[in-house]
């Protein structure tokens, strides 16, 4: 495996060892997960993670954290949207713990959680979650920006201004 880019750090810090590793598997990922499995790039991140963390592995499942994509792209309803996605992340979770207790059966140091777990278990995420609400509404640069962003990393299709506002929940609940 080779590493193409690193954000905030060096490519000699993450080959030696000074990092915990967290890997984000999101539904509609299809380079980790085509026809309902998982492909076999998973255990090939889990390696590489394993081999190049310095304690621990993270797998987040990014589950309800997709409902907005699945209103916008899928037009299904906000309760349709929560229910499915969490269904889905459910899935892929229990795949994943799977995985690692057949190829990967004496490792202690990978967790999975999903990410709506996650939101539950941080006691910060609530007031992050707000503080960058409130500046997307108050700051015009900042809501700009994100849509931007938005406008930028979805390229399969285009989609009309208010949809990418309402995609914009993606980024900021990251």
Avoid: W
């Avoid at 990092?19 to 380079?31: A, M, R, S, V």
């Avoid at 589950?63 to 229910?83: E, G």
């Avoid at 939101?119 to 609530?126: G, K, L, R, T």
Wanted: aromatic residues 10%; glycine residues 2%.
């Amino acid at each position: 495996m080779q590493i193409l880019n690193v954000f905030n750090t060096t490519e000699h810090k993450v080959l030696h060892k000074e990092y915990n590793i967290f890997i984000p598997i999101c539904l509609g990922n299809k380079f980790f997960i085509q026809k309902g499995k998982l492909t076999k790039h998973v255990s090939e991140y889990i390696s590489f993670a394993l081999n190049h963390t310095k304690e621990k592995v993270l797998l987040v499942v990014a589950d309800s954290i997709q409902d907005t994509n699945y209103m916008v792209r899928k037009k299904y309803s906000p309760q349709k949207s929560q229910t499915a996605v969490l269904e889905e992340g459910a899935q892929i979770k229990q795949m994943l713990l799977d995985l690692i207790q057949s190829d990967f059966p004496r490792e202690k140091h990978i967790r999975v959680i999903s990410y709506s777990e996650y939101v539950e278990q941080d006691p910060n995420n609530h007031m992050v979650s707000m503080m960058v609400y409130k500046e997307y509404k108050n700051n015009p640069e900042f809501a700009r920006a994100v849509v931007e962003t938005v406008k930028t990393t979805q390229k399969d299709r285009v989609f009309t201004d208010s949809e990418y506002i309402k995609l914009a929940d993606y980024i900021l609940d990251e």
